[in-house]
């Protein structure tokens, strides 16, 4: 938001202005994942199955109600774009605005993928991080945001780059959906949503609030790994911007490979889990009869 220079500051600018914050979503009072049943469960994992999506595309994959899965960076450093749905309904999707407000800008370990509505469900929750260590830096930045929504086709003819650039994030997706379904692009893009940038390093800038990105602290090995709270479906989009330090949506920019493990734990192990249930409320929204 821009400060109009001709709007005059009341008196009591200062005093509005100093006003303490007040966490929306305050941590406690969320109900959280069993941390240490999945720390036990991770020491029994088995790999079923992985894909490796190349640069500049996207690929999907399923993953099981009680599986664990990794994005892994594999051959340099690459930021992917993350869509999930229910597997049996994709109107069922991930909620990047609900979980930023209920976690952070920016999602790390114990932090969980949360649904769309009506369903509001956790969708799977993040059980290890090996860019854990990297925090906020000098600049405010973080890895794996919630901010942003996905490079996209459109927005690139909007701001006038020129001709349409079908590599975006936006069109991967859908392209890797609609095989996934045996459908067109065209017929699925509607399912495509605001992403979990994995590996992406960013923030705002402290002047003007600006979204912005840097290149991505990710490095061979390192991985994301979360634990699928029901049936999902995924797609990953290794983003033409390669590391996202100098642009994104180019053919210019170094890109990598991405690949998704997909691994089952000793089902002794997650005695006692149960996957979570759609949200119990009842849809009335205060209407008689409803």
């Known amino acids: 938001m821009t400060t109009d220079s001709q709007v005059i500051a009341p008196a009591d600018a200062a005093e509005r202005r100093a006003r303490p914050p007040v966490v929306v979503y305050p941590n406690g009072s969320l109900p959280g994942a069993d941390m240490a049943m999945l720390a036990k469960a991770r020491q029994t994992l088995t790999k079923r199955d992985e894909i490796i999506v190349p640069p500049r595309e996207a690929g ?31 109107d069922e999707r991930f909620f990047s605005g609900k979980t930023r407000a209920l976690h952070a800008t920016h999602v790390g370990l114990g932090d969980r993928l949360w649904s769309s509505l009506p369903y509001l469900r956790p969708m799977a929750t993040i059980s290890h991080d090996t860019l854990g260590w990297y925090g906020f830096d000098q600049d405010g930045a973080g890895v794996h945001d919630v901010i942003g929504t996905r490079c996209d086709p459109y927005t690139h003819r909007l701001l006038g780059e020129g001709g349409d650039y079908h590599h975006c994030c936006h069109s991967n997706l859908a392209r890797a959906l609609g095989k996934a379904r045996g459908l067109p692009a065209r017929e699925v893009e509607q399912h495509v949503h605001d992403v979990l940038n994995v590996f992406m390093c960013t923030g705002f800038t402290r002047d003007t609030q600006q979204y912005f990105m840097k290149a991505s602290p990710v490095r061979p090995g390192d991985f994301l790994e979360l634990f699928a709270e029901i049936d999902l479906l995924g797609a990953i989009s290794a983003c033409p911007g390669g590391d996202c330090g100098q642009t994104h949506s180019s053919d210019v920019a170094v890109c990598h490979p991405l690949k998704v493990e997909i691994y089952e734990a000793d089902p002794a192990t997650l005695t006692g889990w149960r996957s979570p249930q759609r949200s119990p409320y009842g849809r009335s929204h205060g209407e008689t009869g409803g």
């Open 60 to 90: 999907s994959f399923r993953v099981p109600k009680g599986h664990f899965f990794r994005v892994v960076s594999i051959e340099g450093p690459q930021v992917g774009d993350l869509n999930l749905w229910n597997a049996d309904d994709l």
